[in-house]
């Protein structure tokens, strides 16, 4: 029988062990200490470029407070995503529309979306791009403010949006003119704003909201 | 396969007569530290020579900006995970060593994650997950092992300058080269005529992998040529 079997096991493993678990201790406490202190600014930072994407498309909206509870909307394959519905204000404090952000599965990576509607929920506001890793020069044109993908979006109604290869892209409707060249991100897009817009309409609804 | 394999630097260590980890080796041997700077920026240079840490380098390289950002990122987790491993490596247990290294490497890399998002959150958004996968990049884990585990503080210190230098310098200048042919900017700076119509495909995966098999058939060439 060997040494190591004749020892108590708990010794034993503090003798191997005892620098593993004090660094795991001591980095714990490090790390635990600089989140403690970057968080606030890390948290202000996510606020600040919502709001900066929200107030560029409510553009009378001084501030963004949470509505209602948060909604989980289902995204497919069992799995849901939680919604924060964000109501804009103006200086008097009047309600001048709704933002929210969501995800979708684009070509590369997870595409984020800052979407804003009107204060009746009727007609889109447009959308931002939190984050996004499409194709440069091609996916990533969506990302364009007041572009032609982005452009189409601005008043169009809050309904069942519809990819097209071909159209006006200037007639504002519930079809949407895909960019030549990055059709996986342009259906990324239109599918995300399905996947969301009337589940959360439909929620708000139900919370008094609308 | 060497490119970005974390189980391959468990396994070097067996054998030591791969060429590879002979020139991770070189450290424990050789203590000049002018020498030890100079060999992580062209001899043993992780990108150029060793071929090691290639996903950031041809993922983060289409602008200067995110590629710098990532190669200090990695200049500072080499110079954490350098000291800590070498301050400890005498109490270091031979089959919980590389436990230890990564458990110092996640903490560093956890450390500039946190300190992007706090400080640079536009440029920590245009990184994505490249900054958390430093953790399995294998220049430091292969420095951890390869050299702070062998040497003193100070020889440590200087390989982890080295390292993080030539893995800076060769990611920049590979983004340099992208960004202007992509773009025509460096640096948000335009730099060529207005003639000149960019190459999209530059800004592309297929562009980082053009532009990395000839800066490496270039520095073969040199490498003949001075040897």
Same mark, same amino acid.
């Given at each position: 029988m060997s040494n190591n079997e004749t020892k108590n096991p708990i010794l034993f493993f503090m003798q191997e062990s005892w620098l593993l678990l004090v660094s795991a201790i001591l980095f714990g406490c490090l790390l635990a200490?600089?989140?403690a202190a970057w968080q606030p600014k890390i948290i202000q930072n996510e606020i600040d470029k919502f709001n900066a994407l929200a107030g560029g498309l409510l553009s009378e909206a001084k501030g963004f407070q949470n509505a209602g509870e948060s909604i989980s909307v289902d995204i497919g394959k069992g799995?849901?995503?939680?919604?924060?519905?964000?109501?804009?204000?103006?200086?008097?404090?009047?309600?001048?529309?709704?933002?929210?952000?969501?995800?979708?599965?684009?070509?590369?990576?997870?595409?984020?979306?800052?979407?804003?509607?009107?204060?009746?929920?009727?007609?889109?506001?447009?959308?931002?791009?939190l984050s996004s890793n499409e194709t440069p020069g091609f996916g990533d044109k969506i990302t364009i403010k007041d572009g032609f993908y982005q452009s189409q979006f601005k008043g169009a109604p809050v309904t069942e949006l519809?990819?097209?290869?071909?159209?006006?892209?200037?007639?504002?409707?519930?079809?949407?003119?895909?960019?030549?060249?990055?059709?996986?991100?342009?259906?990324?897009?239109?599918?995300?704003?399905?996947?969301?817009?009337?589940?959360?309409?439909?929620?708000?609804?139900?919370?008094?909201?609308? | 396969m060497v490119l970005g394999s974390g189980f391959y630097v468990l396994s070097f260590h067996e054998n030591d007569k791969l060429n590879i980890s002979k020139g991770l080796n070189k450290m424990s041997k050789d203590v000049s530290l002018g020498k030890t700077f100079f060999a992580g920026i062209w !001899? %043993?240079?992780?990108? =150029? $020579?060793?071929l090691l840490g290639m996903c950031p380098t041809l993922a983060v390289t289409a602008a200067v900006k995110p590629a710098l950002t990532m190669g200090l990122s990695v200049v500072f987790v080499l110079l954490?995970?350098?000291?800590?491993? %070498? =301050?400890? $490596?005498?109490?270091?247990?031979?089959? @919980? $060593?590389? @436990?230890?290294?990564? =458990?110092?490497?996640?903490?560093?890399?956890?450390?500039? !994650?946190?300190?992007?998002?706090?400080?640079?959150?536009? &440029?920590?958004?245009?990184?994505?997950?490249?900054?958390?996968?430093?953790?399995?990049?294998?220049?430091?884990?292969? $420095?951890?092992?390869?050299?702070? %585990?062998?040497?003193? =503080?100070?020889?440590?210190?200087? !390989?982890?300058?080295? &390292?993080?230098?030539?893995?800076?310098?060769?990611?920049?200048?590979?983004?340099?080269?992208?960004?202007?042919?992509?773009?025509?900017?460096?640096f948000e700076i335009t730099v060529m005529p207005g003639s000149f119509t960019p190459w999209a495909a530059m800004g592309m995966p297929v562009g980082a992998f053009i532009t990395l098999g000839l800066i490496l058939g270039a520095v073969n060439i040199i490498s003949k040529k001075t040897a």
């Open positions: 200490c600089l989140s799995k849901t995503y939680s919604v924060r519905v964000k109501k804009g204000t103006d200086a008097a404090g009047n309600l001048v529309g709704w933002a929210f952000v969501c995800e979708g599965s684009g070509f590369a990576d997870k595409i984020k979306l800052v979407v804003a509607t009107d204060a009746a929920f009727e007609k889109l506001a447009g959308f931002g791009v519809e990819l097209t290869k071909v159209g006006d892209a200037e007639t504002i409707d519930s079809r949407i003119v895909a960019i030549s060249g990055a059709t996986v991100t342009s259906e990324a897009v239109v599918k995300t704003f399905n996947t969301f817009l009337l589940p959360i309409k439909e929620a708000m609804a139900e919370q008094g909201l609308l | !001899d %043993s240079n992780p990108v =150029l $020579r060793l954490f995970s350098n000291i800590v491993v %070498s =301050l400890l $490596r005498h109490q270091l247990k031979p089959h @919980l $060593r590389i @436990l230890m290294f990564t =458990l110092t490497i996640a903490t560093a890399v956890t450390i500039a !994650d946190l300190y992007l998002k706090a400080f640079m959150p536009e &440029m920590s958004a245009s990184l994505g997950p490249y900054i958390p996968l430093i953790i399995v990049n294998c220049i430091i884990i292969g $420095r951890a092992e390869a050299c702070a %585990s062998k040497n003193g =503080l100070i020889v440590s210190i200087i !390989d982890a300058l080295g &390292m993080g230098a030539g893995f800076t310098i060769t990611l920049c200048v590979l983004a340099a080269i992208r960004e202007v042919l992509a773009t025509g900017n460096i």
